[in-house]
């Protein structure tokens, strides 16, 4: 038997050494999923007059990217050549709908045009996903990331496999990924049967289908074609765009089509087809549909070997009698139970009976549905991610079936040769039901079934029993997660999840799993998300849990500190700073007091010590995050010079760079910026030049080279706009800066105070949807900094209506302190002292930010310290109403280039629902918290503030104000 570096040695021979192990990327894998899935439909597919048309149709649609076109080279991916329609129109449209009722052939057709499409345009990035195939495939959440990770591979010869995927994103900020990264280049994007997406984390069903994740509008260089059916609420969705042309499937009339499609799959020469059959299936109204005719073809082919030539022919007609492809489903599935259970007599027949939508009499299925068939169809039916057979096997036999080994594997082999074409292996060796009218005629029969039939529920408890006893050798950790949580909440078993996710064992497991499989970060964070609102405790499970973890003596210290890190990161997902800064602590401790650190746990530790300078970032505790960064840095020069530790150096510079320059330590910024641009992995990543001007725009700011650093700052935007959307935080932060810079030099005319306005409504925008999706404390208090500065800005304005506004933003600011802060708190109490004094007219009070470290006194009775604490313990949410409107368009069609500073000041900036954030060295970069501030001294050499460092260090202040001109 060969090895398993045998066997990848000769794949490689002939399909040449994958990037990364088959074995070690779930993204990977579901590509490999798709792929297969799409061959598949092509072996499958018949020629016809009507499909010829569709194609033709297709063809059309993606006429603009593959005619009247010329070949560019990428800046950046030089083997890639692209193709960029040079008379596209802002008009046409951009989403192809292709519907029908289940079982028209969508799928097929779909798949046929693409295979023949690739085929004959190697040069245009084509991207599929068909949904189905696999747990991940129905995800929305997965479907973003995986396209966006392709179109930035395709487009800028980046993988996301070079960013942490353990961090969960929020969902808006994936809608802007998406969107994005759709304006990189000309792409044409295929979405098989969208009426297959599930709930998602941060979206119920009905919002998935709703489409809240699809932007408003995608460019005209972007061509998407999108399947579903007539009864699903996408297909509704879809219809009110403006963007989408409908495509309805024909109906199959010719009769020589039929006849080709049930040959084809009754494969089988030597069997003849009776034509009065014939003559009777094309009379049914059903036979337009190919997923009818494929099913009673791949009937023919199998009952006649358990049935006599009589039998079959009386089966046939009873299937040619049903109305509905469902009833067609239960008559097949009894045949299949009545057949292959070898307990019941095979000339039964078949119980007449219909099933329609609206109700299934199923009592006469009481004494058929029974069986290790029916069981078996059932387990299939049921797991969250298909079963191999190994473990339908193991199931079967714990249930009690199959004496005889030998029985075992013939009984198997026979049913598996019924129910292949519509029960398939998929790529990873599960077994998994591939119609969705099999699994809705499965649905019926376990909703409806009674008496000795198992319910839906004793087959979940079934499956959760098997895996949690299984072996590793059969059932593997990650098929463990897969499996027995979904169960687990499937039957409303909290307490027995919460045990399961708390165990040591298991949350050991999925620390060494999460960055292999990204779709488990989600699938935890979701589940404890469900425990939390049952009353569950997320940081006493995980402190109780470290506290097992260190009296078992089967686990390690290096175990010990990966589930801490493990921990660690789950709680920061739910703002709990101070439980994550103790853990991240006690493992820091525990690694100073280690005597030999290879690599793997210097690894361990340059994370944790990475951990702990980004959250000390977010709890505005500079020093401690000085601190930490340099012996991050300290400790990346033990290690080799891997992509990750450059991933980590990097983001830890860029934050060491604002500290300094928010402590006012200019001398040390040229030479930390030019360390900065050094790390191999900035001339790597599409946005990294984009960051380095950002942060010397900060740099000429603090130098007051107000010009240069305006230079920088629209350079700066340019590039994030063209990477990251307009909608991205880090696109709000450039903004923010530069509307400050504006609101103190270009403010003297109309359109200067009409831009100032513009941007800083865009980074209210951002910040509210942040504030509102993402519930923490800290992203409030940064919204009512941005209230302040927006409303100190139209208090300068000569209308009164404008001022008056100004004074509305002021008191939501104050509102959300007093959310936060409670009334009790000193702060509150002098927030309604200084609601007394008259501003101009009107009884109002302007906050006023507060840099730390600052010497000016404080009007305030609480010192600012005490303030950020009591900021920091609270938990309070401020109301914030949620906005209506649907996820937008991106502004910008430009790619990322600081060379190439595209910046519209006449284009009115949009202000969408959803956000994206990925930072220039991953997810867990926190520049986007860290703004410079004045130090104490330098005040005097410029005449501006360069910005606000910390926003969240705001204490309300009376501030005087001059009388505006009348």
């Excluded at 304006?183 to 969208?194: A, M, Q």
């Excluded at 601190?627 to 992509?643: F, N, P, R």
């Amino acid at each position: 038997m060969m090895m398993r570096n045998d066997w990848e040695a000769v794949i490689n021979q002939f399909y040449g050494d994958p990037e990364y192990p088959v074995a070690g990327r779930q993204d990977l894998l579901d590509l490999r999923c798709h792929e297969s899935h799409g061959r598949a439909l092509c072996d499958w597919f018949v020629p016809s007059t009507q499909a010829t048309k569709i194609l033709n149709i297709f063809n059309t649609f993606v006429h603009p990217i593959t005619h009247h076109t010329k070949c560019e080279m990428h800046s950046r991916n030089r083997e890639a050549h692209f193709k960029c329609d040079l008379g596209s129109k802002e008009s046409e449209k951009s989403v192809l709908l292709v519907c029908g009722e289940r079982g028209c052939g969508k799928s097929t057709l779909a798949a046929w045009w693409l295979q023949t499409f690739c085929r004959e345009n190697p040069d245009v990035p084509v991207i599929s996903h068909f949904c189905g195939t696999s747990t991940s495939s129905t995800d929305v959440r997965s479907m973003l990331r995986q396209l966006t990770g392709e179109l930035q591979r395709v487009h800028y010869d980046w993988d996301g496999i070079l960013e942490d995927a353990t961090e969960l994103e929020p969902l808006h900020q994936m809608v802007q990924a998406f969107s994005a990264a759709v304006r990189y280049g000309p792409c044409v994007l295929l979405l098989d049967g969208i009426d297959l997406l599930t709930e998602t984390f941060g979206l119920s069903v009905q919002e998935v289908k709703e489409l809240k994740w699809l932007p408003d509008a995608l460019p005209p260089r972007c061509k998407c074609i999108i399947t579903t059916t007539f009864s699903d609420l996408t297909y509704k969705s879809l219809n009110v765009r403006t963007d989408v042309h409908t495509l309805t499937c024909p109906d199959l009339s010719d009769p020589s089509i039929h006849r080709s499609i049930l040959l084809k799959h009754l494969s089988l020469p030597c069997k003849e087809l009776p034509t009065n059959v014939f003559q009777r299936i094309a009379a049914k109204k059903l036979c337009h549909l190919p997923a009818f005719l494929a099913l009673l073809g791949t009937e023919m082919r199998s009952c006649g070997v358990q049935r006599e030539k009589e039998e079959e022919i009386e089966l046939l007609e009873e299937y040619i009698d049903v109305d509905s492809m469902p009833e067609l489903w239960v008559k097949v599935i009894l045949r299949w139970v009545k057949d292959y259970n070898g307990s019941s007599s095979r000339t039964q027949a078949i119980s007449h009976c219909k099933v329609t939508s609206d109700a299934t009499n199923t009592a006469l299925f009481t004494e058929d549905l029974s069986g290790w068939v029916w069981d078996t169809l059932c387990l299939i039916h049921l797991s969250h991610a298909g079963l191999t057979e190994a473990e339908i096997l193991a199931l079967l036999e714990d249930l009690g079936y199959f004496g005889n080994p030998k029985d075992e594997v013939l009984e198997w082999a026979r049913l598996r040769s019924a129910f292949w074409p519509w029960v398939q292996e998929k790529a990873n060796g599960h077994l998994t039901i591939m119609h969705q009218s099999f699994s809705q005629a499965m649905n019926l029969l376990l909703l409806d079934s009674r008496g000795q039939v198992k319910s839906q529920n004793v087959f979940n408890q079934i499956l959760a029993d098997f895996f949690q006893k299984s072996s590793l050798q059969l059932c593997s950790w990650v098929r463990k997660m897969e499996e027995i949580p979904w169960h687990l909440m499937q039957m409303g078993s909290f307490k027995e999840l919460h045990s399961f996710l708390s165990d040591p064992v298991t949350v050991e497991a999925l620390s060494n799993k999460l960055e292999q499989y990204p779709k488990l970060t989600t699938d935890v964070i979701h589940y404890w998300t469900l425990l939390r609102d049952r009353g569950f405790d997320p940081a006493s499970s995980f402190q109780f849990l470290m506290f097992q973890a260190c009296r078992m003596e089967d686990l390690d210290e290096r175990t010990t500190w990966r589930l801490s890190l493990f921990c660690a990161k789950v709680l920061l997902c739910f703002g709990e700073s101070h439980q994550t800064e103790e853990l991240l602590l006690q493992t820091d401790r525990i690694f100073r007091r280690g005597e030999e650190l290879d690599r793997d746990i210097l690894k361990l530790v340059l994370k944790v010590q990475h951990m702990l300078a980004n959250l000390y970032v977010q709890m505005h505790r500079l020093k401690d995050a000085e601190m930490y960064c340099h012996k991050g840095l300290e400790t990346a020069q033990y290690l080799t010079d891997s992509t990750e530790v450059q991933l980590i150096v990097g983001q830890m510079l860029c934050c060491l760079c604002l500290i300094l320059l928010e402590d006012g330590r200019l001398y040390a910024v040229p030479g930390l910026l030019k360390e900065i641009s050094s790390v191999r992995h900035m001339s790597d990543h599409p946005c990294s030049e984009g960051t380095v001007l950002f942060l010397k725009a900060i740099h000429k700011m603090s130098l007051n080279e107000l010009k240069e650093a305006e230079r920088c700052l629209q350079a700066a935007l340019s590039s994030r706009r063209g990477w990251y959307g307009s909608e991205h935080r880090l696109v709000a932060e450039v903004e923010e800066q530069l509307a400050d810079l504006w609101a103190d030099t270009q403010s003297d005319t109309e359109w200067e105070q009409r831009k100032i306005v513009e941007l800083y409504l865009h980074v209210l925008s951002i910040k509210e949807t942040e504030a509102q999706t993402l519930h923490q404390v800290n992203l409030q208090k940064d919204l009512a900094v941005i209230l302040v500065k927006f409303g100190k800005f139209l208090l300068r304005s000569s209308s009164k209506a404008e001022r008056r506004e100004g004074l509305d933003l002021l008191q939501r600011a104050s509102d959300i302190r007093i959310c936060i802060l409670g009334h009790e708190h000193p702060l509150t109490r002098e927030f309604e002292h200084l609601s007394n004094t008259n501003v101009i007219g009107l009884r109002k009070f302007v906050p006023e930010v507060i840099r730390p470290g600052s010497n000016r006194k404080q009007s305030l009775r609480a010192s600012p310290t005490a303030s950020l604490l009591q900021l920091q313990q609270t938990k309070s949410k401020s109301h914030i109403p949620r906005p209506t409107t649907r996820l937008s368009r991106t502004s910008s069609d430009v790619r990322p280039s600081p060379d190439n500073p595209i910046y519209s000041q006449d284009e009115t900036l949009k202000r969408p629902w959803m956000t994206f954030q990925v930072s220039v060295f991953g997810p867990q970069s926190d520049i986007r918290t860290l703004l410079p501030r004045e130090k104490a001294g330098l005040h005097t050499s410029r005449p501006r503030s360069v910005g606000r460092c910390f926003p969240e260090r705001c204490i309300i202040q009376e501030e005087a104000l001059k009388p505006q001109n009348q």
